[in-house]
């Protein structure tokens, strides 16, 4: 397989359409899953409903993330010669693969979430194979950088607004699986950690995440996957903080939605 900058750029431009597109449609309405399937739409909980439609929550985060991960490592295994020493295949395994690697086979093991509908399982694994690719594909056939890379401001700045997003994504994810005993689905009001300032810590964590890994490789895979986080989830902690507001009449009214004291 040969590097092909015609395909990335067509990748990468149907990933920024397709967040756009998202954040057209859940801008305004949510998206019918969880706590908004239950709030906004009237449907019974997910756990009311048929379980064949539904998947335990353990085992569809598993079904779901696992292709993002496994994408790029059988394009890098595939790679004839093999491609291990430059500074790209170090990237991806360290940062991409590394933030997968904890959503399959951690977060997926720990999570407490209610059961998953199929449909929305099944879109969210094709959008993992695509985004496997293009990032795989783009760090193991495409990306060069300068042997001197690793001393660049964009690389030692991305890598740690990415650790640091990543720290508070995994923070987050903890402070909310603590709210919920095992087998108990009622939602509660998150607190501790940046929870005290947004209502979408979580979801700040993984955009900042993105937009370091973005900043560190300087590709525009990158940089189209951190523009589609902030469609995907932005919507999300909006909504869910409305959730929150109309819910709990005690709700921290200081609280943003996803940038602390700005939004």
């Known amino acids: 397989m040969q590097c092909s900058p015609c395909l990335v750029v067509a990748l990468s431009a149907t990933l920024v359409a397709l967040g756009m597109l998202i954040l057209w449609l859940y801008g305004r309405t949510p998206t019918r899953y969880g706590k908004h399937a239950e709030e906004e739409t009237g449907e019974k909980p997910p756990e009311q409903k048929p379980r064949r439609l539904h998947l335990p929550a353990k085992c569809a985060w598993f079904l779901q993330e696992l292709p993002a991960f496994l994408v790029p490592v059988l394009l890098l295994a595939l790679r004839s010669p ?3 020493a430059p500074l790209g295949c170090r990237l991806l395994g360290g940062m991409f693969c590394g933030h ?36 795989g594909y783009y760090m193991v056939y495409c990306a ?11 690389f030692t700045s991305g890598i740690l607004l990415f650790l ?12 909310l699986r603590q709210l919920r005993k095992p087998g108990e689905l009622t939602y509660k009001i998150p607190q501790g950690g940046l929870f ?11 955009i900042l995440e993105w937009f370091g890994y973005a900043i560190a490789t300087w590709c525009l895979p990158a940089f189209a996957f951190a523009l589609f986080t902030v469609c995907f989830v932005g919507p999300r902690a909006y909504h869910h903080h409305r959730y929150y ?19």
């Open 164 to 175: 640091f997003g990543m720290g508070i994504n995994i923070h987050s994810d903890f402070l």
């Open 82 to 84: 093999p491609r291990f």
């Open 196 to 206: 005290v300032y947004v209502s979408g810590a979580n979801f700040l964590g993984e």
């Open 144 to 154: 060069e950088y300068p042997d001197d890379w690793c001393n660049d401001i964009r």
């Open 100 to 135: 997968y690697f904890h959503r399959t086979f951690i977060y997926s093991l720990l999570t407490r979430g209610r059961p998953f509908p199929l449909q929305t399982l099944l879109s969210g694994m094709l959008f993992c194979v695509y985004n496997g690719f293009l990032q």
């Open 245 to 263: 507001l109309r819910k709990f009449t005690g709700y921290p009214r200081s609280r943003k939605a996803l940038i602390p004291f700005i939004f």
